[in-house]
Nanobody
């Protein structure tokens, strides 16, 4: 069994910052790619940023230069540092981890989501 726990969401004014965390625990052999996605009200879920096991990152154009994804392999945790937040960043943010579980093979695991609200 693998569990993901997200934290760090909240309400912030435009121009402010938040840091999201997503920690994995359980029967984990290896974590491959990690990523953050978001879903705004009435919209489809979209990719925000990803990071490979080797540290290569990829960002949506809308967040480049403002958001930074990072990972701590010792803690099985992925972070999303969000700076210069805009009202259009308001969404539920989900982490997704590609995990090789012990006895369960390789699967994608999703967090339950954390709400980020940016006021103007």
């Amino acid at each position: 069994q693998v569990q993901l726990v997200e934290s760090g969401g909240g309400l912030v004014q435009a121009g402010g910052s938040l840091r999201l965390s997503c920690a994995a625990s359980g029967s984990i052999f290896r974590i491959n790619d990690m990523g953050w996605y978001r879903q705004a009200p009435g919209k489809q879920r979209e990719l925000v940023a990803t990071i490979t096991s080797g540290g290569r990152t990829n960002y949506a154009d809308s967040v480049k230069g403002r958001f930074t994804i990072s990972r701590d392999n010792a803690k099985n945790t992925v972070y999303l540092q969000m700076n210069s937040l805009k009202p259009e960043d308001t969404a539920v943010y989900y982490c997704k981890l590609n995990i090789w579980g012990i006895g369960s093979g390789v699967m994608d695991y999703w967090g339950k989501g954390t709400v980020v609200t940016v006021s103007s």
